[in-house]
Structure formats: C-alpha cells, structure tokens
C-alpha cells in the first residue's frame, strides 16, 4: 500500500532521510531530505518520525504537531532515549 493509505494522526513511522527542511542540514548548509516524505508528514501527521541518515544534523523538530527526531549518532550526539504516553518525551544522549 501507499504509505499515504497507513499513516495516519497516532503513527509512528521510522524512515532513514529525513523530511526535507527537518533536521537534514548537511555540513555546507545544503537541505538532503526527502520533499516526498515532508508531504506525508505534513498530510497525514504522524504522531513521531524517526529519522537518520544526516549524522550531521541530530535533535527534535516539532512539524506542526508531529515531533521529527533525528536520532542518528555523530559528533553531537550518542543517540535518544523516547518515552511515548500522552506525551511524547525525547532525551538527546551526549
């Protein structure tokens, strides 16, 4: 199926690049995410993406009512810890 057809408001979807303009900054400034996947987020608003791919750019992004993290490990960061209740709690490991 599209995955325009399975998210939806309560999804958690883990992808690898993230939405474009959302945590994707590389070194020299330049925006790699994905223009596809931002319109899926922003469409159907997952409730949390999990992201890497740009070691670059670690940490939380708020995309309307959806948290972006990029949870990949560099120079910034070790990894996240997530709690998900009502809330969604993310801790950026140094």
Not at 24 to 29: I, K, T, Y
Not at 79 to 90: L, P, R, T
Request: aromatic content about 2%.
């Amino acid at each position: 199926k599209p995955v325009m057809e399975i998210v939806d408001e309560e999804s958690v979807l883990v992808t690898h690049i993230p939405p474009y303009k959302t945590q994707d900054r590389v070194f020299l400034g330049h925006h790699i995410g994905s223009k596809e996947l931002r319109e899926v987020v922003e469409t159907c608003k997952p409730r949390l993406v999990l992201c890497g791919h740009v070691h670059e750019d670690p940490g939380i992004t708020k995309l309307g009512n959806t948290t972006v993290v990029n949870c990949s490990i560099g120079k910034r960061t070790e990894g996240v810890i997530i709690e998900i209740n009502d809330e969604i709690d993310v801790e950026l490991i140094d």
